[in-house]
């Protein structure tokens, strides 16, 4: 991952790269099996809004979303970068109560002669799973004072936890190149 001052960045995998400038309002998707480049503006976030025929939820019928807290953990330093923590905690999210499905109503059908059968047993019930309080899902940021990019990330949910780390290697200004379409890939156009 590479990042210039004036605010451009580069993400590279084995097979591809995304190059984002703000400057110029274009990502660049860079497949490098193919030799392609695809420039995509960009677009600023809007508020969804449903078609017009869309049917509306009333209001109040959703709860709000509890309240994200965040903490300041202060500066570091990580393999001599200095770093500012901050750690975003978000309360656990009640479960959606389970559905209630209507048994069936058989007929009450009999034929004339025919012997009365039995009710079937009911089915066992499932044994239950212990209450657990409900695990907040909490992420810990690290992020480079100078490049402006995180360094160490923490994620944990009730799922699982993943650590992602991007070793800082260099503090110099990319060479401009590194935002730029390389010679010889074809540019197509994007996909609508």
């Not at 451009?8 to 274009?26: A, C, E, F, N, W």
């Not at 200095?82 to 048994?103: D, H, I, N, S, W």
């Amino acid at each position: 991952m590479w990042r210039s001052s004036d605010g451009k960045m580069r993400l590279d995998t084995p097979q591809t790269s995304v190059i984002t400038d703000p400057g110029s309002g274009h990502t660049i998707l860079l497949d490098h099996l193919k030799k392609e480049a695809t420039i995509l503006p960009m677009t600023q976030p809007t508020a969804p809004s449903g078609p017009s025929g869309a049917p509306q939820a009333p209001a109040g019928s959703v709860p709000p979303p509890p309240p994200m807290h965040v903490e300041d953990l202060g500066q570091s330093m990580i393999e001599g970068h200095e770093v500012e923590g901050k750690r975003f905690t978000l309360p656990a999210m009640a479960p959606p109560p389970k559905p209630q499905f209507a048994k069936p109503q058989l007929p009450n059908a009999s034929v004339p002669g025919a012997p009365q059968m039995p009710a079937p047993p009911a089915a066992p019930k499932p044994p239950e799973l212990s209450k657990m309080p409900p695990k907040p899902n909490v992420t810990e940021v690290w992020t480079s004072v100078k490049l402006k990019t995180p360094v160490l990330t923490k994620v944990s949910t009730a799922a699982g936890e993943q650590t992602t780390y991007c070793k800082p290697s260099s503090t110099d200004e990319p060479h401009p190149s590194v935002f730029q379409i390389p010679q010889g890939y074809k540019i197509k156009p994007p996909k609508l």
